[in-house]
Every structure is written in C-alpha cells, then in structure tokens.
C-alpha cells in the first residue's frame, strides 16, 4: 500500500520591522489623503443640493441676497 505524505508547512518570510513601519506609515498617509479628497468632493456636489433645499423654503427674493443667508428666519 502507498503511504499517505501531507505537505510540509511553508514558514513566512520574517521581514525588516524598520521597512515595514515605514511602508505601515506611508500607506496609512496615503489612505488619509484619499479620504481627505473624497470628503472634499462630497461636500462640493452636496452643497448645490443642500442650497436647492434652503432656496425652497425662503420668501421670495431672498434668494438671490448678498451676502446669502444659508438658513430661513
């Protein structure tokens, strides 16, 4: 009968700490940034919206006022 062999396990490689917190530390900048640029552009394509909202709920006129009011007395 023919034995039954189970793979040997691979071990990981052991990599340089000094490496790996500065690549751990430029990859978390970089995902800041990209969270930083989306934030920014939600809030740039939200703020039509939101003064579309505000526009509806003011009398006539003062919607075109300068400097604008942003919320309704």
Not at 5 to 15: A, K, L, S
Not at 43 to 60: G, H
Request: aromatic share 12%; net charge positive.
């Amino acid at each position: 009968m023919a034995a039954i062999t189970q793979p040997q396990p691979q071990q990981r490689p052991v990599y340089q700490t000094k490496h790996s917190r500065q690549r751990i530390a430029r990859d978390a900048l970089r995902v800041a940034f990209v969270y930083a640029l989306l934030i920014g552009f939600s809030v740039l394509f939200i703020l039509p919206l939101l003064w579309t909202v505000s526009s509806s709920v003011k009398p006539i006129g003062s919607g075109m006022k300068f400097p604008p009011e942003f919320f309704p007395s």
